[in-house]
T-cell receptor, first 116, second 117 residues
Framework: DAGVIQSPRHEVTEMGQEVTLRCKPI?????LFWYRQTMMRGLELLIY????????DSGMPEDRFSAKMPNASFSTLKIQPSEPRDSAVYFC??????????????FGPGTRLTVL | AQTVTQSQPEMSVQEAETVTLSCTYD???????LFWYKQPPSRQMILVIR??????QNATENRFSVNFQKAAKSFSLKISDSQLGDTAMYFC??????????????FGKGTRLHILP
């Protein structure tokens, strides 16, 4: 398995532009997570899905952020309009479940977003 | 490329006992940070402790301490007087101190810790 795939790996954009980050989870995983990593705040959970349905989006910072999972193999995180303070590394992760010992989260390589 | 290895997928200890979670890493860098994150059922990632590689003194945060062995590339987490609230998944992570556009934090696969009453 190729693991969790994220694209793009790097994104540089200007303030006000729309940014779309993409994630392909590991096949068969029912849970998908989006995290944001910054030096100041460390790693923050933004939202997670179970069977394509958003379960907890309390970590989404504001209305400029939205996430979708149209099918089991694809999710997007969109920022519109983007702001410089959104600059961070965004990780996607997936897992089989939440509760058992086999429910390790597998992290993707991350997308480094820079908003100028 | 850097790698982080956590060799214990799951551990269980009795409340009030001390438990040590192991982590080893591989890097050619000399300046870097190491982290332990705790992930409770809420799935939020909580930074437990951070170690800067150039500091020889082991970091401590209340009941949490690390045994940092730079030459051995080992970074274990010790939890003293374990509490039921310590039950969680624990991730070890590595980050270069000087980040360029290709760098990011590298996570281990995690250790699921159960504190038993």
């Amino acid at each position: 398995d190729a693991g969790v795939i994220q694209s793009p790996r790097h994104e540089v954009t200007e303030m006000g532009q729309e940014v779309t980050l993409r994630c392909k989870p590991i096949s068969g995983h029912d849970y998908l997570f989006w995290y944001r990593q910054t030096m100041m705040r460390g790693l923050e959970l933004l939202i997670y899905f179970n069977n394509n349905v958003p379960i907890d989006d309390s970590g989404m910072p504001e209305d400029r952020f939205s996430a979708k999972m149209p099918n089991a193999s694809f999710s997007t995180l969109k920022i519109q309009p983007s702001e410089p303070r959104d600059s961070a590394v965004y990780f996607c992760a997936s897992s089989f479940g939440l509760a058992s010992s086999t429910d390790t989260q597998y992290f993707g390589p991350g997308t480094r977003l820079t908003v100028l | 490329a850097q790698t982080v290895t956590q060799s214990q997928p799951e551990m269980s200890v009795q409340e009030a006992e001390t438990v040590t979670l192991s982590c080893t890493y591989d890097t050619s860098e000399s300046n870097y940070y190491l982290f332990w994150y705790k992930q409770p059922p809420s799935r939020q990632m909580i930074l437990v402790i951070r170690q800067e590689a150039y500091k020889q003194q082991n970091a401590t945060e209340n009941r949490f301490s690390v045994n940092f062995q730079k030459a051995a590339k080992s970074f274990s987490l010790k939890i003293s007087d374990s509490q039921l609230g310590d039950t969680a998944m624990y991730f070890c992570a590595f980050m270069k101190r000087e980040m360029n556009r290709d760098d990011k934090i590298i996570f281990g696969k995690g250790t699921r810790l159960h504190i038993l009453p």
